[in-house]
């Protein structure tokens, strides 16, 4: 059967159908959670302190969280991507793997770094600091699990630039900072900039590792997912409330990101 002078049964339209359904799984439960949203009393609902605490304390953490990425995680994507040294597929594996394993054991992994009785946790007394039970400890946490996305990001921009240029203006003398500055970061700004989107959204979802490293506490620790998974327990129509405003954030931010790298 043709149309077009095409077969109905294409690869293209094989992956069209294969892609309608995947992107139906992804809508079907979005569309769920919109059906019970209690519209009624949702306002009232959500401009409750507990959730506006909740809330202010999520985007807090997220945006700390991607500002000390960005900070640690542009020098590491450069070292691996520029630099070759033995160990380098084990160091990138390192890095990567707390996008792998259940965010959880990150808390638990952090806990045992800088717990009072981690490796840690004795310097760490010694010089004043507790990080455990924390909002210092959930914006670590939401930086240990949300990091690697973006160093991934930026190790691929920084792959695909062309390295012709930054030598061009090496030959001519230009210092390693001018050439950062005005050829290497330019010509990663998308990548820069996809990391981000995608590390911010990580770090706003976080949960496993916060609650394990920073506890459950409202107004200190408890960030939205947190105070979701408490809501679970007694009151369906606020977790719901609030994962719709969560979610919607997060999409917010993504179509806002997603608008900078497409229009520069």
Known sequence: MKRGGRSFFSIENA?????????AFFLLPLAGLLAR??????????????VLEAMRLSLVAASLASVIS??????????????????KELMRALVLLPMVFPPVVGGVALLAAFGTRGLLGGVLAYLGVRLPFTFAAAVL????????????????????????LEEAAETLGARPARVLSTITLPSVR?????????TWAR?????????????????RTQTMPLAIYEALQT???????????????SLVALLVLRRRIVQP
Do not use: K, Y
Request: proline share 4%; hydrophobic share 60%.
């Open 70 to 87: 960005l900070a640690f995680g542009f020098p590491l994507a450069w070292v691996l991507c520029r630099r070759s040294f033995r160990g």
């Open 190 to 198: 998308h990548s820069i900039v996809a990391g981000l989107a995608l």
């Open 141 to 164: 946490a939401a930086t240990f699990v949300s990091a690697p996305f973006l160093v991934l990001a930026l190790e691929a921009g920084l792959a695909s630039a062309d390295r012709r």
């Open 235 to 249: 009151d369906m129509n606020g977790a719901i409330l609030m994962s719709v405003l969560l979610l919607g954030v």
């Open 203 to 219: 770090a706003a979802g976080e949960f496993g590792a916060t609650i394990t490293f920073a506890g459950n506490f409202p107004g």
């Open 15 to 23: 992956f069209a159908l294969q892609a309608t359904l995947l992107l």
């Open 37 to 50: 949203v209690p519209w009624a009393t949702a306002w009232e609902e959500l401009r409750g302190e507990r």
